[in-house]
């Protein structure tokens, strides 16, 4: 089985270069402190006046200190699991001092038992979560401390601050650089895309452009059918250098042409394109909405799934394509009844060059903030899965449908539509790949669906194949899935 999935965020995975010495620093901080503390228990030691209890918490410091050594190496291994039992730790050993230590040393401001390692429990709080982390942890070695020292001394207090302002600051700094950081990744990203993309303009146009153009000029020196040619490349010239310049393509001269849709457009009709004898097509009764742009990169990454189907698959592979209109999203489903995709053939493609999966389907959702999911079995088909988010996408409602005109007198009837649908027939009258005969309507129809059944209850695709439309607009599930 090979399954890949693509999140609709463009996330950049940074590895933070600049927290590497800081976790250097405080692991050597907390062995050195704890070497520390040691000595001032040892030295200590015939003043207190529980001195056992003690030396079992020193021992426990020690194996806790060199234990966790290796989580401190960044900020994945530092789990907050981690951080929760260093500070308990760390706690534990400042109440512990007011049991283990005499009353008169603890009034003249002798050391806690942890001592100065307890800062370090609270700097990697800082390092950790910043200074919302690092606040929280010092408060609570500070209340700690007022604990066990029983009055707040002008020295208790100054050590705490100190400690609270030591670790805000910390945390502070860490966060400026981690934006820092994400920053100049990003930076780095852009700068290594836009040279990319100078140096494929230049290849483009020293080669791909100049053919179009001299096609162009042959073309129309020859005239016929070679005219129809030299027009079309001259069109793809135009596109292709708007593409490669990043500016939109000129309007015509007479701005006579037909204007761009205003409001969404129906990702329906931009779908059932592409019915045939061999591709089903099932979407709901309803209108589904979409971006114009968005539509068409959405249909475009379902024609490129297709594609690699025809390529593939093999002649006689039949593919299924399942529009829902779901509360939060919007999901596209194309299966095929191939033999599938071999572990590992998809890396191998991209590493060839060969993008078909990795820019014309995973790339158009992520440029839309969608998501893509690929699940094959050799043998079994393959499913690709496009779903984009309605937060993606502008949230106009979708435009009214025109009520249809009443249907005149026979002697007055409007000439036959160029579709095939009755004069006067709605749009969702006619099922992509078959054209609506306009016979009798209670004469069966020739897609198979009942006499006198709304629109948008025929499948489109041939074979004969239903849609599976239920009641309320929501495809069914009647599209026959492919052998598993």
Request: proline share 10%.
């Amino acid at each position: 089985m090979q399954t890949w999935r693509t999140g609709g965020e463009d996330s950049v995975a940074v590895k933070m270069s600049v927290e590497l010495p800081l976790w250097r620093a405080l692991a050597a901080y907390r062995v050195l402190t704890c070497g520390y503390a040691v000595a001032l228990y040892v030295h200590a030691y015939g003043g207190l006046r529980h001195p056992l209890p003690g030396g079992v918490y020193m021992g426990v410091l020690v194996v806790w200190t060199f234990a966790t050594l290796g989580l401190l190496r960044n900020a994945e291994r530092c789990t907050p699991p981690f951080l929760v039992a260093d500070l308990v730790v760390a706690v534990t050993g400042v109440l512990l001092t007011s049991v283990v230590d005499a009353p008169a040393r603890i009034e003249s401001g002798a050391f806690t038992l942890p001592s100065i390692w307890t800062a370090g429990a609270v700097l990697a709080w800082a390092i950790k979560g910043g200074w919302r982390w690092a606040a929280p942890a010092a408060s609570v070695v500070a209340a700690a401390d007022l604990v066990e020292r029983g009055t707040a001394s002008p020295e208790t207090l100054h050590n705490l601050v100190l400690v609270w302002i030591a670790a805000i600051a910390i945390g502070y700094v860490v966060e400026v650089a981690r934006a820092s950081e994400r920053t100049l990744a990003r930076a780095l990203q852009i700068e290594a895309a836009t040279r990319e993309r100078e140096r494929l303009a230049r290849d483009i146009h020293d080669n791909v452009l100049q053919v179009l153009a001299m096609v162009q000029r042959r073309g129309d020196q020859a005239g016929g059918e070679a005219a129809e040619l030299g027009r079309l490349a001259g069109e793809q010239e135009v596109a292709l250098r708007s593409l490669v310049s990043g500016t939109p393509p000129p309007e015509p001269a007479g701005g006579g042409g037909p204007s761009a849709p205003c409001g969404p457009a129906d990702l329906r009709p931009l779908l059932s394109r592409y019915a045939s004898g061999r591709v089903t097509v099932s979407a709901p009764g309803t209108p589904v909405p979409l971006d114009p742009p968005a539509a068409a990169e959405l249909a475009a990454a379902v024609g490129a799934a297709l594609d690699n189907v025809r390529r593939h698959a093999g002649e006689r592979a039949h593919a299924w394509i399942l529009l829902e209109d779901e509360p939060d999203a919007v999901l596209v489903t194309v299966r095929d009844d191939g033999p599938g995709i071999p572990a590992g053939r998809l890396a191998a493609a991209a590493e060839e060059g060969r993008l078909g999966v990795a820019q014309s389907i995973r790339g158009r959702l992520r440029d839309l903030g969608g998501d893509a999911e690929l699940l094959s079995v050799p043998g079994q088909g393959t499913e690709v899965e496009l779903r984009l988010p309605k937060a993606a996408r502008p949230r106009h409602p979708a435009p009214p449908r025109t009520p249809a005109p009443r249907r005149p007198a026979l002697a007055d009837a409007a000439p036959p539509r160029p579709d095939g649908a009755e004069p006067g027939a709605d749009d969702g009258d006619v099922r992509a790949g078959a054209a609506v005969s306009p016979a009798d309507p209670a004469d069966s129809r020739p897609d198979g669906a009942e006499p006198g059944a709304g629109p948008g209850q025929a499948a489109s695709g041939g074979d004969g194949a239903r849609a599976g439309v239920v009641p309320g607009g929501r495809p069914g599930r009647g599209v026959p899935p492919p052998a598993r």
